[in-house]
């Protein structure tokens, strides 16, 4: 196991409704990414945080936003759920702007419906 | 842009013979690649690693991935299967410069078969 963990494990919700995920990072991880793992396809990158700030995003919309905290664990918050929003959401940590290897943590199954 | 492509979506293999997933990849810089394995339900799971140096690299669980510039490939293997590799594996890139993110591919279904 890596020490990243996410919550909640599963979650359903109804399109229109608004979610945010958790992550703790692995200690001593300054450095958080968001991915989207639709069924049957590799993750997708959402965004990167680096010391509370986002310095890379994805082709993902402005509805999908996040924070990282003083303690490096963050968040993700998706508003006006899709139904394809639907996806296994994955948090992955590591150290430095420029990192060179990302821990997952276990992932949130997202089901909207 | 960076992309990466792994063409076979299933591979089988029978327990104790030599496996291959295979993996090219494009870039702009110097590339970072990567090999991530899935089980189900599950997050994924870091094998190995390519920055710079030796063109073999080992990992984890007795899996090594060769790097091939100029074929821009990035292999992953593993010289006697197991049942319990049984995965989704997945490739990874990331350039040396201003990009943030790792570029996953399709990812590959292998079945080892007792």
């Known amino acids: 196991e890596t020490g990243v963990t996410q919550s909640p494990t599963h979650l359903i919700k109804t399109r229109g409704q608004q979610v945010t995920l958790r992550c703790s990072s692995q200690?001593?991880?300054?450095?958080v990414s968001w991915y989207q793992q639709a069924l049957g396809q590799g993750p997708q990158f959402i965004f990167q945080?680096?010391?509370?700030?986002?310095?890379g995003r994805g082709n993902f919309p402005p509805r999908f936003s996040g924070l990282q905290f003083p303690n490096y664990s963050s968040e993700l918050n998706v508003n006006a759920l899709e139904l394809d929003d639907s996806a296994l959401y994955l948090c992955?940590?590591?150290?430095?702007?420029?990192?060179?290897?990302?821990?997952f943590g276990p992932g949130t199954r997202l089901t909207v419906t | 842009a960076q992309s990466v492509a792994q063409p076979e979506d299933q591979v089988n293999v029978a327990e104790g013979n030599p496996l291959t997933v295979k993996c090219t990849y494009s870039?702009?810089?110097?590339?970072?690649l990567f090999w991530y394995v899935q089980y189900p339900n599950r997050g994924l799971q870091f094998l190995l690693k390519?920055?710079?140096?030796?063109?073999l690299v080992k990992g984890s669980y007795g899996f090594e991935a060769e790097f091939n510039k100029s074929q821009t490939s990035f292999h992953l293997k593993k010289p006697s299967a197991l049942v319990s590799d049984s995965a989704l594996y997945f490739c990874?890139?990331?350039?040396?410069?201003?990009?943030?993110?790792?570029?996953f591919g399709s990812g590959t279904q292998l079945t080892v078969l007792p």
């Open positions: 992955a940590s590591g150290h430095g702007q420029g990192v060179r290897e990302q821990y």
């Open positions: 200690s001593g991880h300054n450095t």
């Open positions: 945080y680096y010391r509370e700030e986002e310095n």
């Open positions: 870039v702009s810089g110097n590339p970072y």
């Open positions: 390519y920055i710079t140096g030796d063109n």
């Open positions: 990874a890139v990331r350039d040396d410069g201003s990009a943030r993110q790792l570029t």
